[in-house]
């Protein structure tokens, strides 16, 4: 267990939990290696502020739409303790550049995408990009770089992925 940390001398288990890039530890109150097992995911929860439910982010509410996907992986990331504060604004941006090169893309059922619409989203995203021109820039580019179309490519797996 990763979380769970024995103090030697006392023999009591502790509960480490990141929460914003800092270690945050809190008592579990045994000294008994089972029962700290079981008491880590509550304190874990606790810790971080998350009830049961979000957690689980298992679309529970009977919405099927791509937004409620996007919003899930939205609080995910924003809650994620693992992620650099950079990968969370780059995931926000390529959410950002998803939503822009497919604006009707939320309002629909998750289970309603098809391959096919998704591989002519993919042409067009790398044929007229999101329209951004540089601040000052002496040329104006159209299309997408590929590193970036790959970032948003696996931004709409892991909202596709929430929705199964």
Request: net charge positive; aromatic share 6%; glycine share 8%.
């Amino acid at each position: 267990m990763t979380n769970l940390v024995r103090h030697g001398p006392s023999g009591t288990y502790y509960a480490r939990v990141k929460v914003n890039g800092k270690d945050k530890w809190r008592t579990l109150k045994t000294t008994v290696f089972g029962v700290a097992k079981l008491r880590l995911g509550d304190s874990e929860r606790e810790t971080r502020g998350q009830p049961r439910a979000e957690l689980a982010g298992d679309g529970s509410r009977g919405e099927t739409t791509v937004a409620r996907s996007i919003a899930v992986f939205r609080e995910r990331t924003r809650l994620d303790p693992s992620l650099a504060p950079r990968t969370r604004e780059r995931r926000e941006s390529c959410v950002k550049a998803l939503l822009k090169t497919w604006p009707e893309l939320p309002a629909r059922d998750i289970r309603r995408v098809t391959v096919a619409e998704c591989r002519e989203w993919a042409a067009r995203t790398m044929r007229e990009g999101t329209g951004f021109v540089a601040p000052r820039a002496k040329t104006k580019r159209t299309g997408m770089s590929a590193s970036s179309f790959n970032k948003v490519v696996d931004v709409l797996r892991a909202i596709f992925e929430i929705g199964k």
